[in-house]
């Protein structure tokens, strides 16, 4: 039986992977600071640690397991990475726990390692125009990433490489594009677009409101992965002879507005988009997938409204615990 060692995996990208994992027949390890939110975890052993500490992390690489995939990392959506008040933790927090767990599994001999970067780390000044961002792999340098966490997750990047050159490991790297989908953050500042969006809509609706507020003039762009999608990528590109970095994501880019509208319409309800200041990030952002299917023969095609339906009926669900509403 094969063994993975997943890291982050209380979190909502970690925890769907552990899931597939397992439908593979793997023997599977979670580490993460908490068991995964809203479903029990279905890794056989799950350990509640901080990988900022090198001494857990060499504790929890404690046997040869077959591929390590680390997507622990200190992170959030716009409301928590944007503000600027959060640089200082992200940096440092994600930065340790990459130099923790690579140099924890060079002494391991563990060669298969997969690390989760961002398409953060893009340069701003490719991404001022929302209709024609450019965010090919190879447009990452000269660097400019928008954000601390952009910073960070490029950083990182040039580590895993660093220990692929000199150590000789099988370091594999993808860029996710905005993943979403059921089981994922909802509500408390750290929530991606479409969960805060869908919370907005499905609360409007039960509360008897006839309007959601938008960060913003509603134009900047995005483009938006479905999980299931987001972990097909990651094992392809894991069980492959290439290294990356590749984006992972969704070529269909919409306005944010034209993602508020979409969930309307799976909700059955039209509101007002009321805007309102907020923090926004790049005003363009769209993943290029030519690389992808050169290298792997395969990118996302789920349509989005497919994978808002799932996720619109997941949270709203969530909004009606919440409120009290069975």
């Not at 993460?32 to 029990?40: H, N, Q």
């Not at 090919?136 to 954000?147: G, L, M, Q, R, V």
């Not at 395969?298 to 615990?321: C, N, R």
């Given at each position: 039986?094969?063994?993975?060692?997943?890291?982050?995996?209380?979190?909502?990208?970690?925890?769907?992977?552990?899931?597939?994992?397992?439908?593979?027949?793997?023997?599977?390890?979670?580490?993460?600071?908490?068991?995964?939110?809203?479903?029990?975890?279905?890794?056989?052993?799950f350990v509640i640690g901080d990988?900022?500490?090198?001494?857990?992390?060499?504790?929890?690489?404690?046997?040869?397991?077959?591929?390590?995939?680390?997507?622990?990392?200190?992170?959030?959506?716009?409301?928590?990475?944007?503000?600027?008040?959060?640089?200082?933790?992200?940096?440092?927090?994600?930065?340790?726990?990459?130099?923790?767990?690579?140099?924890?599994?060079?002494?391991?001999?563990?060669?298969?390692?997969?690390?989760?970067?961002?398409?953060?780390?893009?340069?701003?000044?490719?991404?001022?125009?929302?209709?024609?961002?450019?965010?090919?792999?190879?447009?990452?340098?000269?660097?400019?990433?928008?954000?601390?966490?952009?910073?960070?997750?490029?950083?990182?990047?040039?580590?895993?490489?660093?220990?692929?050159?000199?150590?000789?490991?099988?370091?594999?790297?993808?860029?996710?594009?905005?993943?979403?989908?059921?089981?994922?953050?909802?509500?408390?500042?750290?929530?991606?677009?479409?969960?805060?969006?869908?919370?907005?809509?499905?609360?409007?609706?039960?509360?008897?409101?006839?309007?959601?507020?938008?960060?913003?003039?509603?134009?900047?762009?995005?483009?938006?992965?479905?999980?299931?999608?987001?972990?097909?990528?990651?094992?392809?590109?894991?069980?492959?002879?290439?290294?990356?970095?590749?984006?992972?994501?969704?070529?269909?880019?919409?306005?944010?507005?034209?993602?508020?509208?979409?969930?309307?319409?799976?909700?059955?309800?039209?509101?007002?988009?009321?805007?309102v200041p907020g923090p926004q990030?790049?005003?363009?952002?769209?993943?290029?997938?030519?690389?992808i299917k050169e290298k792997l023969?395969?990118?996302?095609?789920?349509?989005?409204?497919?994978?808002?339906?799932?996720?619109?009926?997941?949270?709203?669900?969530?909004?009606?615990?919440?409120?009290?509403?069975?």
């Open positions: 039986m094969k063994k993975a060692l997943v890291c982050g995996a209380g979190g909502f990208i970690g925890s769907h992977l552990v899931k597939r994992l397992k439908r593979e027949g793997y023997w599977v390890r979670g580490v993460d600071l908490k068991y995964p939110e809203f479903s029990e975890t279905e890794a056989d052993d990988l900022r500490d090198p001494y857990f992390c060499r504790s929890i690489v404690d046997t040869k397991f077959d591929e390590v995939y680390q997507l622990a990392a200190d992170m959030g959506g716009a409301g928590y990475v944007f503000t600027g008040d959060n640089d200082a933790d992200i940096m440092h927090n994600s930065a340790l726990i990459n130099l923790n767990m690579l140099d924890a599994c060079y002494r391991r001999n563990i060669k298969r390692i997969f690390y989760s970067s961002s398409a953060c780390i893009y340069p701003k000044y490719n991404q001022e125009d929302p209709n024609n961002p450019k965010c090919s792999e190879d447009s990452a340098y000269p660097a400019a990433p928008d954000s601390e966490y952009g910073w960070e997750k490029l950083f990182s990047e040039r580590l895993y490489l660093a220990y692929h050159r000199n150590y000789g490991m099988e370091v594999r790297i993808a860029r996710y594009h905005n993943i979403f989908g059921p089981e994922g953050t909802w509500i408390g500042g750290r929530e991606k677009a479409p969960a805060a969006l869908c919370r907005k809509v499905a609360t409007a609706i039960l509360k008897g409101e006839d309007y959601i507020e938008v960060w913003g003039d509603g134009k900047q762009t995005r483009s938006f992965l479905y999980i299931d999608e987001c972990i097909e990528g990651t094992l392809r590109l894991m069980r492959s002879n290439w290294t990356g970095p590749v984006n992972i994501g969704s070529e269909e880019m919409v306005t944010i507005d034209q993602l508020a509208e979409m969930i309307m319409n799976i909700a059955g309800k039209k509101l007002k988009i009321v805007h990030g790049v005003r363009g952002r769209n993943s290029d997938n030519r690389l023969g395969w990118a996302p095609s789920m349509p989005l409204k497919e994978g808002l339906k799932i996720t619109y009926k997941w949270v709203e669900e969530q909004v009606k615990k919440s409120l009290g509403i069975r």
